[in-house]
Each structure stands twice: as C-alpha cells, then as structure tokens.
C-alpha cells in the first residue's frame, strides 16, 4: 500500500493536464471542496462550461475500488449517485472523475437548525435509499467482485477482526495505540463472538454513508445524492449502519429512522456500536485520518452497551 501526497501544492501543477488529456477538454477553474480519511476532492469547471468532480485519494488503487462501488450501487438505489467519468494512476496520483452533485453534504451545523418536519423528512428519504441496496441480495459474503464466505461472522472474523486486532497489538506494544483502548476493542470482540448467530442473507451496502457522504438541497435539507463509498460489500446489513451515528447523525435520528423502518436483532444496538469502535481504531492501518472525538464517542457508547444485561452471554 503506497501512501500518496495528495495536498494542493502537489497535485495543482498537474491535476488539469490529467483532466485535459482523460475527457479532451481544458479545465477553466479548479477549486479545492473538501475531502475525507482517504482523499481530496476538487471541483473543476470544463471550457465547454461541465462541472466534474475529482478525487484524489491518499492511497494508490483506491480510485478503481470506489469506481466499481458506484456504479453498482447507483444501479440499486433511486437517490442519485455521481457517474464515473475516468480513472487515473501514475505512481504519484490516484484520480477518479466523477460527475458532479449538486447541494452540500449534511455535515454543516446550520442544518441543525432546520424544522423538526424536515429533519424527519431527510431521514425517512436516507432510509428508503439505503433499504433499497438492502434489498438487493447474494449468495455469499465479501468483496463486491469475488465474495467467498458463507457466513457473516466468517467474513467478519478473518477479513476485519483478526488482522485488525493484530495489527493494533502491535501497535499498542510499540505505544502508538492505547493499552486501554486495545482491552475495550479485545473484551468487546470476545461479546461479539459470543453471541448467537443468526442466518442473515449477504446484502449490499454502502459502508460509508456518514453525514459527510450525504448531500442535501441547502435551504430545504430535501436530500439530493449520496457520495464517496469506501468498503462497499456484500455484508450484513447491520454494518452499514454504524456511519449513521457518526458525527451528528443523531441529530438527525437517521439510525432510529431505519430501525422504525426495518426490523433488526435483539443485538442490532451492541453490534453497531462494536463495529463504530473497531472501524475507527482500525482507520490508523488503512492510511486514513485519524478522528480522536469520533473515535471517543465511539467507544463510550460501546462501554455502555456492554454494560446492559441483555449482553451477558
């Protein structure tokens, strides 16, 4: 896995040349708009007056895994999604081109402000796109292109689990991650493994639909696309549902939302908080950023659901 310098000062000089040569047209403006754990996004404005999105990520090959991300799942879903205009790799970029969405991602604190009536809105139409995906089935669980488990838990346990506790071992013994971040990550997996397994059917998802990944119409918070996949798979639906908690997506109730809309485990609670805290510590392995306040967040409210009765197995 290389790691990429994708900062202005090194992308700028040669981002439009790239733009030029993949679609045949110069690039009038290029604007920075914002980025994520995994890349930088720019806004470009063509000579024949299109407006693309680019995307340059931290880590090379990631631009053909967010590709193939799109477009099936803007196939599944009725909430528009970007198309995929190109790709790019050279060995000091990673591109992918997109179409662009209009509206602002629902991160902003000002949408906070908005109605009751419409945050309730916003959510039902997140839900209904995300049931969507979660309708569409396999026969097996794991990557988009070659799943091979049969189980859930088999996926889980070899592909994230095991080498993600591993790793941040390690990292604990050198003192670049906490000892007692590790226990709570170590008893917590110990719950998890515990539990009963039910027989889920391999869904599709979108792993990554944040608050941040979300894009709505600014002054009626009407939902207008859903951006920037990262780990799409054929999973349990339950893991898609972590990000909906991320930042303040409470705020907006859009994982009640879905639990009033969809029928969920005895154990829906503890797993989703278990993913959240796993995902995050394992963001240090995957050349991602680091959030210490989500990562916080995260983990008291896994000490919480570990402490409830219905978890003692």
Request: hydrophobic share 35%; proline share 4%.
């Amino acid at each position: 896995m290389k790691i990429l310098d994708n900062s202005d000062k090194h992308l700028l000089p040669f981002l439009p040349e790239i733009i030029s040569k993949k679609l045949n047209k110069n690039v009038d403006k290029l604007k920075f708009i914002g980025g994520g754990s995994f890349g930088r996004v720019y806004k470009a404005v063509l000579s024949d007056g299109e407006t693309i999105a680019v995307k340059a990520y931290r880590v090379q090959g990631s631009q053909y895994e967010e590709a193939e991300q799109l477009k099936l799942l803007s196939e599944n879903t009725s909430v528009k999604m970007p198309e995929v205009l190109f790709t790019y790799e050279d060995e000091d970029a990673a591109i992918l081109a997109m179409s662009f969405c209009p509206g602002q991602n629902a991160l902003s604190p000002a949408f906070l402000l908005k109605g009751k009536h419409q945050k309730q809105k916003f959510a039902d139409d997140v839900v209904s796109g995300m049931l969507q995906w979660h309708s569409v089935t396999n026969d097996k669980f794991g990557d988009l292109l070659n799943p091979k488990y049969d189980t859930w838990r088999e996926y889980y346990k070899k592909e994230k689990q095991e080498p993600w506790l591993a790793a941040l071992k390690e990292l604990s013994n050198n003192g670049k991650f906490s000892k007692k971040k590790l226990q709570l990550l170590t008893e917590a997996t110990e719950l998890f493994n515990n539990l009963p397994e039910e027989n889920k059917k391999p869904v599709l998802i979108h792993a990554d639909l944040n608050i941040m990944n979300i894009m709505v119409d600014p002054k009626t918070l009407e939902l207008t696309a859903f951006i920037d996949p990262c780990g799409s798979i054929w999973a349990d639906r339950e893991y898609d549902l972590f990000q909906l908690r991320n930042m303040w997506g409470d705020a907006y109730g859009l994982y009640e939302t879905y639990k009033s809309k969809s029928t969920t485990s005895k154990f829906t609670d503890f797993r989703v908080a278990y993913y959240a805290s796993m995902h995050e510590a394992a963001m240090r392995l995957k050349g991602g950023l680091i959030m210490p306040l989500w990562e916080d967040l995260n983990n008291a409210r896994l000490k919480k659901e570990m402490k409830k009765p219905d978890y003692k197995i």
